[in-house]
């Protein structure tokens, strides 16, 4: 073979590399999600959510729900709101100071500690939330269980590096002309923070949120370890144990004894994948609609 | 001629970032009523001479300035950089304009009452009396007096920059710090905004820095040319007005 | 100025909750993990039988799953991320890029559970037929899905890099008439190779720490692996497997060492990735 066929061949190879690569990846997601869909479509109605249990009941908590998802959707979105409503302040606080306020130093060494928590594996953080509790019941609360409150505790624990890493990241991508324009005029870095620097980096803090709202939705391992049962019924307060929807798919995926379950498994993985889905289209809109602005 | 009493002073001014000198014993005085501009390579210090005078390389990590910057004030000379005078009343005082119109975005009247609510601590309806006569000051008021409610995104990159410029004029400076305000506008928006700096002139005492040596020649009473950091050369006008001068003179300098 | 003051002390306490509550994880799990020093527990934590109720607690062959299952997953997801992120930066045309690139954002945000539940209706059987034996259940299985999983963050570490390189290269080496195949072999990639040590180590972690996949699909048998049809388990699921059976207080010891590793080797990659100038979080 001259060099010239060579050559040509190893374009070749590369070229159909490249597009296979790309060819097989989507068609093990597009795989992934029309199984979901073929098998899952089905089962969307009242009946999967509320069972036999009338809809207006279930939502008011007037009866319970017995074969139906809503208590683990229920438990899903009330962890999603706990876990957001502790780490979305503190996470986006900490994100402002870092990239206004911090020294380079501090900077780097609070950095550190974020990238160290956002690579704990989940269930790491997990052994963490149970292993207070084993320490809480050696020493001053005997009765102390696992609970819908160390699950949310532990779960802002796992979103809150994303938070602080994409506020920051948003508030330093700004450009510099608009960083200086608030000290130009005589603001304060307070002054400058609320009404200069996050009013333009909003829409990326928001899609930051967003998408830890989505992490805390889909996380399984965390919750394993501290509270989530099978059967749980509405948590009535934060010291019960709780369902959720990733740990129903995971129980009836191991344990389903009839099709009328294994159906419910596949609504339940359903409903998971559309509403992490809608998180992520919305949170990647915004992010979309804010470079288009600043790339003007 | 003689000289009126000038309104600032930087008297061997040295700037490090990092140890790196950036700027090496700057001095220089400016007037009531003059315009002088600051001409040189890139990377030659101009834009760092420009934030000496209201302080902002100080937002940058590892800035460190030497020597004397004060500006006189109600007939008294104040020390910029003194631990009594507020970082905030100093650049009230000097306001500055970027080379790129940094609007927020926010509506056409918000930008400009936003910083004299938040900075001049005014109540909303006072600033609001202050709008129409910002944006009269730099001829932007008959263009946009409809539609002040109206996101200042929409307005041409002339007009934004005039925009900032109001927003600054509101503020009541003292002297105004041009930081290559023209650069990033076409040639209409440029003659406009050009125009209106000669007219500006006479209140207030300017200080800019320019890449084009035609405006250079159209605008400037006295020019200081600054190379690698060192001021190497002062002209006045007369003397750059002869365009076979200054080309030499360019030369020899670039 | 009052206000300043206390406003700027409060976002630095918030800023702090990270680095307080890294640490907190750090001393709990070390506390947790000392008696074993104390009794010479240590040695029966580091051996190779997990027989809990015959006292033998040994975490190595997690250990070898774990390490198994996570390079072979990143074995597989690199040269496919590697033409993927090429496919998407230099060979697809206008619409075909955006909608790849977006596609494997959404990959991103598809839930761990999906893949593995899929994965047992879909891969498991598939197994079960070509190996002829066995379950199903198997180091290969769990491999295949944890390939997908981690596939995206590679491919979107990798890009970024990719693209920065692209920007400075792409005009040089078409005006010297350069294919673009060659122009990927021959000047793209060797440009990226640190964004991409940096992209297959973020995968590592990311294979090393996940859970749901191998508890799900990989057998979770305590012992080494003799082959890829053989069932094996992670040290994240045997935490999952230990805690969640709410076994004795002996077994836990085990499970606090197995945090334990896992904490200090993604402490290692952090250190590795900030040698290379990246942080782990997006």
Same mark, same amino acid.
């Given at each position: 073979m001259t060099a010239t066929q060579k050559h040509s061949l190893a374009d070749t190879a590369t070229t159909a590399f490249c597009w296979s690569a790309a060819a097989l990846t989507g068609v093990a997601v597009l795989a992934v999600m029309g199984f979901l869909i073929f098998r899952g479509a089905g089962t969307l109605g009242l009946e999967l959510f509320f069972g036999q249990t009338p809809w207006w009941d279930a939502l008011t908590g007037a009866r319970p729900v017995f074969d139906g998802l809503w208590s683990a959707l229920a438990g899903t979105l009330i962890l999603v709101v706990l876990s957001c409503l502790m780490a979305v302040p503190v996470g986006i606080a900490g994100g402002v100071y870092l990239s206004v306020y911090a020294s380079r130093r501090y900077q780097s060494m609070t950095g550190f500690a974020v990238d160290l928590m956002a690579g704990i594996p989940s269930i790491v953080m997990g052994l963490f939330g149970f292993s207070m509790i084993v320490v809480l019941r050696h020493a001053l609360?005997?009765?102390a269980k696992t609970c819908l409150l160390l699950a949310a505790v532990c779960i802002a624990l796992l979103i809150l590096p994303y938070l602080v890493r994409t506020t920051q990241n948003a508030l330093s991508g700004l450009p510099e002309h608009l960083r200086l324009l608030g000290p130009s005029l005589g603001f304060s870095t307070w002054q400058n923070t609320r009404h200069v620097l996050l009013p333009s980096a909003g829409r990326g803090i928001l899609s930051g949120v967003i998408l830890a709202m989505g992490r805390a939705a889909e996380d399984t391992a965390v919750i394993l370890l501290t509270g989530v049962v099978a059967q749980a019924f509405l948590?009535?307060?934060?010291?019960d144990k709780f369902e959720a929807l990733p740990f129903r798919i995971y129980y009836l995926a191991a344990e389903h004894r009839s099709v009328a379950e294994l159906d419910q498994a596949f609504g339940a993985a359903l409903v998971l994948l559309m509403l992490t889905g809608a998180l992520f289209c919305l949170a990647f809109l915004i992010q979309r609609t804010m470079e288009h602005r600043w790339k003007k | 001629m003689a000289l009126p009493e000038p309104i600032l002073e930087m008297r061997d001014v040295t700037v490090r970032f990092d140890e790196k000198?950036?700027?090496?014993r700057i001095n220089l005085r400016l007037g009531p009523g003059e315009l002088v501009m600051v001409v040189g390579p890139s990377g030659s210090g101009k834009t760092t001479l420009l934030r000496a005078v209201n302080r902002? /390389?100080?937002?940058?990590? &590892?800035s460190a300035t030497h020597g004397l910057v004060r500006v006189r004030l109600g007939g008294h000379w104040l020390d910029?950089?003194?631990? /009594?005078?507020?970082l905030t009343d100093l650049r009230l005082r000097v306001g500055m304009v970027f080379? /790129?119109? /940094?609007?927020?975005?926010? $509506?056409i009247q918000k930008n400009l009452t936003l910083p004299l609510c938040v900075?001049? &601590?005014?109540s909303k309806v006072e600033a609001a009396q202050r709008v129409q006569r910002a944006l009269e000051d730099v001829w932007l008021w008959e263009e946009v007096k409809d539609r002040l409610?109206?996101?200042?995104?929409?307005?041409s990159g002339g007009q934004q920059q005039r925009l900032c410029l109001a927003r600054v004029l509101a503020l009541d400076p003292a002297i105004l710090l041009l930081d290559?305000?023209?650069? $990033?506008?076409d040639f209409k928006a440029t003659r406009k905004i050009e125009a209106l700096f000669q007219s500006l002139k006479e209140r207030y005492a300017i200080l800019a820095v320019t890449h084009s040596l035609s405006q250079m020649r159209r605008l400037a009473d006295r020019v200081l040319i600054l190379r690698g950091g060192h001021l190497v050369s002062e002209l006045s006008r007369a003397e750059f007005q002869n365009q076979a001068n200054c080309l030499e003179i360019m030369e020899e300098f670039f | 100025m009052f206000f300043e003051i206390w406003i700027r002390r409060l976002l630095c306490a918030a800023a702090m909750v990270s680095t307080a509550a890294a640490l907190c994880i750090l001393l709990v799990l070390i506390t947790l993990v000392l008696p074993l020093f104390a009794h010479g527990g240590l040695a029966t934590v580091l051996a190779?039988?997990?027989l809990p109720f015959n006292g033998k607690f040994g975490i190595l062959p997690m250990v070898v799953g774990s390490l198994w299952l996570s390079l072979g997953a990143l074995a597989a997801a690199t040269p496919l991320a590697v033409g993927l992120a090429c496919f998407v930066q230099v060979l697809a045309p206008g619409r075909v890029k955006s909608l790849c690139l977006a596609l494997v954002h959404y990959m991103?945000?598809?839930?761990t559970v999906i893949y593995g539940f899929v994965s047992i209706f879909l891969l498991v059987p598939l197994m079960r037929q070509w190996f002829e034996? @066995?379950? @199903?259940?198997s180091l290969l299985t769990a491999m295949l899905a944890l390939t997908l999983l981690i596939l995206p963050t590679i491919v979107l570490v990798f890009h970024a890099t990719l693209r920065e390189a692209d920007r400075t290269a792409r005009a040089t080496c078409a005006a010297l008439g350069f294919s673009k195949p060659s122009y990927i072999r021959h000047v793209l990639l060797p440009l990226s190779r640190r964004g991409l040590l940096a992209a297959v180590i973020l995968g590592f972690g990311r294979a090393v720490g996940d859970t749901l996949i191998s508890l799900m699909l990989? @057998?979770?048998?305590p012992m080494v692996p003799g082959s890829p049809a053989d069932a094996i388990r992670t040290l994240t699921a045997h935490i999952a497997l230990v805690v969640a059976t709410d076994s004795?207080?002996?077994?836990y010891h085990s499970v606090f060492a197995s945090g334990l590793i896992l904490f200090l080797i993604m402490a290692l990659i952090n250190l590795a990735l900030r040698r290379l100038g990246r942080s782990f979080a997006p």
């Open positions: 609360f005997p009765h948590p009535r307060s934060l010291w | 000198i950036v700027l090496d902002l /390389n100080e937002e940058y990590p &590892g910029c950089y003194a631990e /009594n005078f507020p080379q /790129n119109p /940094n609007v927020l975005p926010f $509506s900075a001049l &601590g005014m409610r109206h996101s200042a995104l929409t307005l290559e305000p023209t650069a $990033s506008l | 190779w039988q997990w991103t945000s598809i839930p034996r @066995g379950t @199903g259940f990989a @057998g979770n048998a004795q207080s002996t077994f």
